[in-house]
């Protein structure tokens, strides 16, 4: 069935930090795909999304773009921050199912 | 546009009570999503329902758990007689479904949670 593994954590960087948080993907069909970042005590917020190989999606800094031949969807920022500390979760969506990954727990000190 | 609401925020109940976790989606969604998440782990889907339907609750537990959206008025998740193990947040998320006959993905969009604890 369709699912999602993502990098296990927690990562702790320093501030300025080049983060990557793995994730790869299982899907029969041409799903789109999600990272969504939960801050303490709070909902998920989408953070990002491509909905085709090839897309890339970006906000605040992060990037991520969707590669259908590795069936990747890798998370990355260039300069990470105090206020990037979150969980990040990678997600596929397809018809009305979505899969979630476990979750990565990010950690930037000053 | 309001977002996704779900009350209360926070639920403390004794073993063997009953609670109740509402959502009222965004306006126009036609589609609820209910989701757990157990301390330091991931989300789990439960159940996908639309208006007066269930579509699909291959994540509910097998008993003490049940869901609706009713024609009116807010999705509820209820479980019964609550055990130390249902304590965790429960999430509801909301989408705005297929559109006219397309096959779509639209994300999903999270309410803050209900954080339940069983004492």
């Known amino acids: 069935g369709d699912s999602v593994t993502q990098m296990e954590g927690p990562v702790t960087l320093s501030e300025e930090a080049f983060l990557t948080i793995n994730c790869t993907y299982t899907?029969?069909?041409?799903?789109?795909l999600f990272w969504y970042v939960q801050y303490p005590g709070e909902g998920l917020q989408l953070l990002l999304k491509?909905?085709?190989?090839?897309d890339k999606g970006s906000n605040k800094g992060f990037e991520a773009t969707y590669r259908k031949e590795t069936t990747s969807f890798h998370l990355e920022k260039g300069s990470v921050q105090v206020s990037d500390s979150a969980v990040y979760f990678c997600?596929?969506?397809?018809?009305?199912?979505?899969?979630f990954g476990t979750g990565t727990s990010l950690t930037v000190i000053p | 546009n309001a977002g996704v609401m779900q009350n209360p925020r926070h639920l403390v109940r004794r073993r063997g009570q009953e609670a109740r976790l509402r959502c009222s989606p965004m306006?126009?969604?036609?589609?609820v999503y209910w989701y757990r998440q157990l301390p330091e782990e991931g989300l789990k889907f439960m159940v996908y329902?639309?208006?007066?339907?269930?579509?699909?609750e291959s994540g509910m537990p097998k008993e003490r758990f049940s869901a609706e959206f009713p024609k009116e008025g807010p999705s509820i998740l209820r479980i019964q007689q609550v055990v130390r193990g249902d304590s965790a947040a429960y999430f509801c998320?909301?989408?705005?479904?297929?559109?006219?006959?397309?096959?779509?993905?639209?994300?999903?969009?999270f309410g803050p949670g209900t954080r339940l604890t069983v004492l």
């Open positions: 329902l639309q208006k007066e339907n269930i579509i699909d």
């Open positions: 997600a596929l969506g397809t018809g009305n199912q979505f899969y």
């Open positions: 998320a909301s989408s705005p479904g297929l559109a006219g006959g397309l096959v779509f993905f639209y994300e999903q969009f």
């Open positions: 306006k126009g969604h036609s589609h």
């Open positions: 491509a909905t085709k190989a090839d």
């Open positions: 899907a029969t069909g041409y799903p789109s």
